[in-house]
């Protein structure tokens, strides 16, 4: 029994240690140098698919708690519009919908990152975000009406710094040039549109052959064809 | 355990007759502060008959086609004033809707005109249905000719009382002193009344016989303005001679960003083919308190449509001056649907007239899903009442609305009625909570409580009333709580007061909770303030309470807590210090031996 004890308590420390190391210092040691961090993240193998699921895990926790728990006077949401299956979708959804397209653009122009490097990457890049959005949890509970620009200013630097580590990634990911690395971010928003316009017109199309299907279905029941 | 099930339906029964006595109001539906439709409570409701011709004490064909009702309140007493344009009559009415005059004719003689030229006077020349007009000449008496306006005012400079006609078919308004009426015919209650006054088309700007006044009324200085059919510039205004002024309160067509791109790029060809936009003309305008108070239809530009200015409130120098400050802006329906799809009614609410009562609450009617839609003095919709039917105490085309009192009537052309309106209980209080915010008083005292007796009073301490837990009610035209004996009279209480048995009456009127928060806000309860403002959605409010609260929170709180945090840092290093002292010693003896 007490040895049990000792394993699991060996181990909760061996996860804490893991989870300091991984999840909160190194992504801040990228965020502090963003071309060595990556480096690391690429090279050393640093980077972990585990650490990255655990980033998108806290990311919909995070999104969720903000809809309900961000201050009344920021917050225009109301409870009974919070669904968190469609929560947990739209976050999987942009960060696969946004590594397909950057996989998709990079392939063509020579980039050296693979798929799984190139998910990671997009997973590291939401810790500024995370901490910005559970930072404004907190401020928008604490702020008054006119000192909600410094909310405005955390969540806005979340935003800023995604949108930095991101730049720096595909830089190191893809073994680019600061031009190239620029097309490659434009080529990918366009990427990303072209499939979401795809989804949404496979979408259309399936909706029209289901309704085609179905309406057969129905004149054949009522017809007593069968 | 058969025992235990009996018990528990016992129970439960007995649940449900107690809860569910005391909804006694239609369920309506309100616009939530996001604008969306909700259940809620109606605030006005038929109770009787509408006035028929037959119950009015006139023909059956008297009240053929009813264009407008004015309803005029002097120290003398209420009088109904209705015209109906196929009979060319105006009836007058006492406000128990007994005939006290019934007027076809004008006596006219043109050496007793104030301000006008008798050369362009018209009157009806024979009464065939094609009603043809024609020039007055020299005879005495001068017919109306579809009258579809009227209006009553004295004005406070010359104390004239005078009775402006819009005499549509005539292209001319007819004005005429109150107190000219002479009885004819007692047994019909026929009469007539002297013109003193008529306003002819300002040639300058209009053909002779373009000019079709609709509406017309008079401000406290006498100017005359009118609204007609056909212009588009705005509605006129008259100076008390009769000659034109200028057009004020235009309801300018705006573009959408979207629509100008187009139009910059459209052909000629295509251009032609867009419809033609024109300012929209009024519909009705209603003057209180040196405003006008106008609506008119949206304007629809192709697929956009511009719901924003159906109501405004005019200043004297012309510019818009409604205060729109609710949850949603004044507009009567706030989500419709846009455009036809073949299943009903679709479009903006179509409003045809709109009143005001005393304390500034405005009501406006909607011919296109026949409602009305009542709004205060800051814009907050109140409430929303009556429906388009074909049963008779529903609204099918009305003409005008008009406040009677606290009841309102509505006129209704397809009808041929005047359907009265009456508040229910809690369109009542609502109106009485109004009210009292008009007058600033919103809040009250707490009611201080005696603890030897265990009464609670508020003002004068020999009115004492068990307070909050006592129901309201009415009689005899006045509010109290408690009862008559022991009960006070509603001109003590505040706004807050109302608005808290509104809340009880039907929790989904979030309006309400705004009232009862500034009430805790008053009185320093900031976190109950706070959870109304929340309820009421209102930003602002909560916001100011939440920084009362929070500084508070600090105020009190921050001194503990520096002085915890600094024992903490002072306690944490004196204890590593002499940690530190100790282990050093040990280290240091520890290492000593390692070393040999």
């Known amino acids: 029994m007490k040895e049990k004890c000792k394993i699991v308590g060996q181990k909760i420390v061996q996860f804490l240690k893991f989870f300091y190391e991984e999840v909160i210092k190194f992504p801040a040691y990228i965020l502090a140098h963003p071309l060595k961090g990556f480096e690391e993240f690429k090279r050393y193998k640093k980077g972990k698919v585990s650490v990255s699921l655990i980033f998108m895990v806290l990311m919909i926790i995070v999104n969720v708690l903000s809809f309900q728990y961000n201050g009344f006077l920021v917050n225009d949401n109301e409870i009974k519009d919070l669904n968190t299956l469609s929560q947990i979708a739209y976050i999987v959804g942009i960060i696969l919908v946004i590594t397909v397209g950057n996989w998709s653009v990079t392939t063509l122009f020579d980039g050296k990152g693979n798929m799984k490097e190139i998910f990671m990457m997009v997973c590291y890049c939401l810790y500024p975000l995370i901490w910005a959005t559970g930072v404004g949890i907190l401020l928008s509970n604490v702020l008054a009406q006119d000192e909600m620009a410094l909310f405005t200013l955390v969540i806005a630097l979340g935003g800023f710094l995604t949108a930095y580590m991101f730049f720096f990634g595909v830089i190191s990911i893809h073994e680019y040039g600061l031009i190239q690395c620029v097309l490659t971010i434009l080529a990918t928003i366009l990427a990303v549109l072209i499939i979401l316009f795809a989804c949404l017109l496979f979408f259309d199309l399936f909706q029209r052959m289901y309704g085609f299907i179905y309406t057969i279905y129905q004149e054949i029941t009522l017809r007593d064809l069968l | ?596």
């Not at chain 2, 007995?14 to 616009?31: D, F, K, N, R, W």
């Not at chain 2, 105490?393 to 009265?420: C, F, H, T």
């Open chain 2, 1 to 596: 355990m058969k025992n235990k099930i009996k018990i528990c339906i016992c129970i439960l029964v007995a649940l449900l007759t107690i809860t569910g006595t005391q909804v006694q109001a239609a369920t309506g539906y309100t616009y939530d502060h996001r604008g969306d439709a909700i259940y809620s409570t109606e605030g006005l409701t038929v109770n009787e008959t509408p006035y028929l011709a037959s119950t009015l004490g006139l023909n059956p064909d008297d009240l053929n086609s009813p264009s407008d009702l004015f309803v005029y309140k002097d120290d003398e007493g209420t009088l109904i004033y209705l015209l109906d344009d196929s009979k060319d009559t105006l009836f007058v009415f006492n406000d128990q809707f007994q005939l006290l005059q019934r007027v076809s004719h004008l006596r006219y003689n043109p050496n007793e005109l104030y301000a006008t030229d008798p050369s362009l006077v018209q009157t009806k020349t024979s009464n065939e249905s094609s009603k043809p007009t024609g020039l007055i000449g020299d005879a005495d008496v001068l017919n109306l000719n579809t009258p579809s306006g009227i209006h009553r005012a004295v004005n406070p400079n010359t104390k004239e009382d005078l009775i402006y006609i819009c005499d549509k078919g005539n292209h001319q308004i007819v004005v005429f002193k109150a107190d000219s009426y002479q009885e004819e015919n007692p047994e019909t209650k026929e009469g007539s009344y002297q013109v003193y006054q008529v306003v002819s088309a300002p040639l300058e700007q209009l053909g002779k016989n373009t000019f079709d006044p609709k509406e017309v009324l008079s401000d406290s200085a006498g100017r005359i303005y009118v609204i007609a059919d056909k212009i588009n510039d705005g509605i006129m205004q008259f100076s008390k001679e009769g000659q034109f002024n200028s057009y004020t309160g235009v309801n300018y067509v705006t573009l959408s960003a979207w629509d100008i791109f187009w139009r910059n790029f459209a052909t000629q060809a295509q251009r032609e083919k867009m419809t033609t936009l024109y300012n929209t003309s009024f519909t009705d305008m209603v003057y209180k308190d040196h405003m006008l108070y106008t609506t008119s239809y949206a304007i629809s530009v192709t697929k956009e449509v511009n719901d924003g200015i159906m109501i405004k409130k005019i200043n004297p120098s012309g510019k818009d001056v409604l205060r729109r400050n609710g949850y949603n802006a004044p507009k009567g329906d706030n989500k419709y649907i846009k455009t036809d799809d073949g299943k009903g009614t679709y479009g903006p609410s179509k409003l045809e007239s709109v009143t005001v009562n005393e304390y500034g609450v405005y009501t406006v009617v909607d011919s296109n899903r026949g409602r009305l839609f009542t709004y205060d003095n800051e814009g907050n919709l109140l409430y929303i009442s009556g429906e388009r039917g074909d049963l008779i105490d529903k609204i099918s085309n009305p003409v005008a609305v008009q406040y009677l009192g606290e009841d309102l009537l509505v006129l209704d052309k397809n009808r041929r009625a005047i359907i009265k309106f009456e508040p229910t209980k809690i369109g009542s209080l609502i109106n009485r909570a109004v009210e009292q915010e008009y007058n600033g008083r919103t809040t009250r005292e707490e009611p201080k409580v005696n603890t030897r007796t265990k009464t609670w009073w508020i003002g004068k301490e020999d009115t004492k009333i068990a307070f909050s837990e006592q129901e309201f009610y009415e009689q005899d035209g006045t509010w109290w709580i408690g009862d008559t004996n022991t009960g006070i009279e509603a001109e003590e209480l505040a706004a807050v007061d109302y608005w808290e048995q509104v809340v009880k009456l039907n929790a989904n009127y979030e309006y309400a909770y705004i009232g009862i928060g500034k009430m805790y806000q008053n009185r320093g309860e900031y976190k109950q303030a706070m959870k109304y403002f929340k309820l009421g959605a209102d930003r602002y409010y909560y916001g100011k309470a939440f920084k009362q609260y929070r500084d508070a929170k600090i105020r009190k709180y921050f001194g503990p807590v520096v002085i915890t945090v600094a024992v903490l840092i002072v306690g944490g290093v004196v204890f590593s210090a002499v940690r530190r002292k100790k282990l050093g010693i040990k280290r240091e003896e520890e290492t000593g031996i390692g070393d040999e």
